[in-house]
């Protein structure tokens, strides 16, 4: 490559821009550009280091077996909901043809592979299989802070392994941490599995592919003792518990006007906080729901949908609530609520004694509130938000901390009897009927690309790893006014090109200060200055960018360092 043709220059300003300081690090070295809020164009080199990258993982893929897919993005678009997935199934994003039919963009993947395969297998015998694509793809949201992380187009490799038993399954059971393992051993990074909201009904927990970051907002909950991880919406937790009364007491109202936050109410009433109740009300796809809460945690609304398995749940307006409770929002509680609303209750406050809730009638509350004598036995379940400072369900000692992270991938499992709903099937040895196990990954290189740009930097610029850097080494040619000089970076730029070293050659006319500073900037994994001093003395200055030393060293034994230094082999 040479950098008389690669558009754009780097700037030596860091840009100004909401995201982190790696894409703005990505920005000013001349890798990215945003053309409109939310969307980034990969420039020649990202590009160059995508392809290294996607290749890295492609390698991985084929060593087992692995086949390339490719299929048309857009299609014609289909009202029917793909069974097993949550919700209303709709496209990321619909436009319309000319002659009037609405076409559909980044429909759901796993089902469309699965609505492929049912067409293609014939026997057990074909079983297992692997199959992978690179491709864009679309997110219909914007998150300014998170830069290229959340970039609303982005490069995508997508992989989906299929087999008759989950132990068959291409590269194990853990087939998305098999892909992710080479990341963190051959590129250093950091990568989190955690537990996820999955994608197919009834499916085990779904796993997101996380980079955690030294600020920004949280994202994930983790367990120091035991290592359990789980997004912020889906992770379980277990709050601190508390001896509860001896016995139930005589139930009462309690005259509390504007009492409706639960510090102040546990106050008023002389009680703790986890004696308080928190009873929200919600409208899933029109149907009212109540849920309780320990007044010392929140609902999550991703756990709540699941359960309800509803296309829409929302909070219920301050006209349905005094519908529904005859009173205004604050005041609302279980005890002799409209039969028409399903009571749903945090796992937490099933064993309660004396707990104080909403009366249902403005300005009072109820205290020594109990199950089965007060109210009817609800349905319970993990309803609440985990919180850091929580414990762990897992080793029940732990605490979770939250930590600011950003996906860059996911995984999901569908086990035969929600692959049966697609129509995939084979036969197995006795003819019978059966549907096989499916694993797919989907990653992020866009996202992968920020996860190493905040790995590798110094105090201002990039430093790209051997592995995925756009070339391994930056050649700068000084003097490139005389015809000597020239001739002999020319010369040498094809001998490294030769020997394998993928070269970015700095042929262009300016100064040497700013091919340095840009080259520093850029942050290949060599640098390589060739100039009519290094010609006179029949060396050339070698710096890896790494180290702050350089060495003079003659053509042919920079050549032999460098590959030595870098592990590559001779000749391309």
Request: charged fraction near 20%; proline fraction near 8%.
């Amino acid at each position: 490559m040479r950098l008389q043709q690669i558009l754009p220059r780097a700037s030596r300003e860091l840009p100004r821009h909401p995201g982190p300081l790696s894409t703005r690090r990505l920005l000013q070295a001349g890798f990215i550009r945003e053309p409109a809020p939310g969307y980034f164009s990969a420039m020649p080199l990202l590009q160059a280091s995508l392809a290294r990258l996607s290749k890295l993982l492609q390698e991985v893929l084929i060593s087992a077996g692995g086949q390339e897919l490719a299929w048309p993005m857009l299609l014609p678009s289909q009202p029917a909901t793909p069974p097993g997935l949550p919700g209303e199934s709709r496209p990321d994003f619909e436009m319309m043809g000319r002659d009037g039919s609405t076409l559909m963009v980044g429909v759901p993947d796993d089902f469309k592979i699965l609505k492929l395969l049912a067409q293609e297998l014939r026997s057990y015998k074909q079983l297992p299989q692997l199959f992978f694509q690179s491709r864009r793809a679309w997110r219909d949201s914007c998150q300014a802070k998170a830069g290229l992380a959340a970039s609303r187009e982005y490069p995508a490799l997508q992989a989906w392994a299929l087999a008759d038993t989950q132990e068959r399954l291409p590269l194990g059971q853990t087939f998305g941490e098999a892909v992710v393992q080479p990341l963190r051993v051959r590129l250093g990074l950091p990568l989190i599995m955690a537990e996820a909201e999955p994608g197919p009904a009834d499916a085990p927990s779904g796993r997101v592919v996380l980079f955690p970051l030294l600020q920004g907002p949280a994202a994930a909950l983790r367990c120091l003792a035991c290592g359990y991880s789980a997004t912020l919406e889906w992770a379980a937790s277990r709050l601190p518990q508390y001896t509860e009364d001896a016995r139930p007491a005589e139930r009462e109202a309690v005259y509390g006007p504007g009492l409706i936050q639960v510090e102040p109410l546990a106050r008023h009433l002389g009680i703790p906080v986890w004696k308080t109740t928190k009873m929200l009300l919600f409208m899933a796809d029109q149907r009212p729901v109540a849920v309780m809460l320990r007044g010392d945690s929140y609902a999550s609304e991703s756990k709540l949908a699941r359960f309800l398995w509803c296309r829409r749940l929302e909070l219920a307006s301050p006209e349905i609530v005094r519908e529904l409770t005859g009173a205004e929002v604050g005041y609302a509680g279980p005890v002799g609520l409209s039969p028409t609303v399903t009571v749903l209750a945090d796992l937490e406050t099933r064993n309660r004694i004396n707990f104080e809730c909403g009366a249902n009638r403005t300005a009072y509350h109820l205290i020594n509130v109990n199950f089965g004598r007060d109210l009817p036995v609800p349905i319970f379940g993990d309803f609440k938000r985990a919180a850091e400072g929580h414990f762990c369900t897992r080793c029940h000692t732990g605490q979770l901390r939250a930590e600011a992270c950003f996906p860059v991938g996911r995984m999901d499992l569908w086990t035969p009897e929600l692959v049966a709903g697609t129509g995939c099937s084979y036969p197995d040895r006795d003819g019978l009927s059966r549907s096989p196990w499916l694993a797919s990954l989907g990653l992020d290189l866009f996202a992968m690309t920020a996860a190493l740009a905040e790995v590798y930097h110094d105090e201002q610029c990039l430093l790209w790893p051997p592995e995925v850097a756009p070339c391994l080494v930056h050649l700068i040619g000084l003097n490139l006014e005389e015809e000597a000089v020239a001739q002999a970076a020319q010369t040498l730029y094809q001998e490294l090109e030769r020997n394998g070293l993928s070269t970015l050659f700095d042929d262009r006319d300016l100064k040497a200060g700013d091919k340095f500073a840009e080259a520093e900037l850029i942050g290949l994994p060599v640098q390589l200055t060739i100039s009519r001093r290094t010609i006179q003395s029949g060396q050339l200055e070698l710096k890896f960018r790494t180290r702050p030393e350089k060495e003079l060293l003659p053509p042919e034994q920079a050549i032999i360092r460098i590959r030595e230094q870098l592990q590559t082999p001779s000749g391309s």
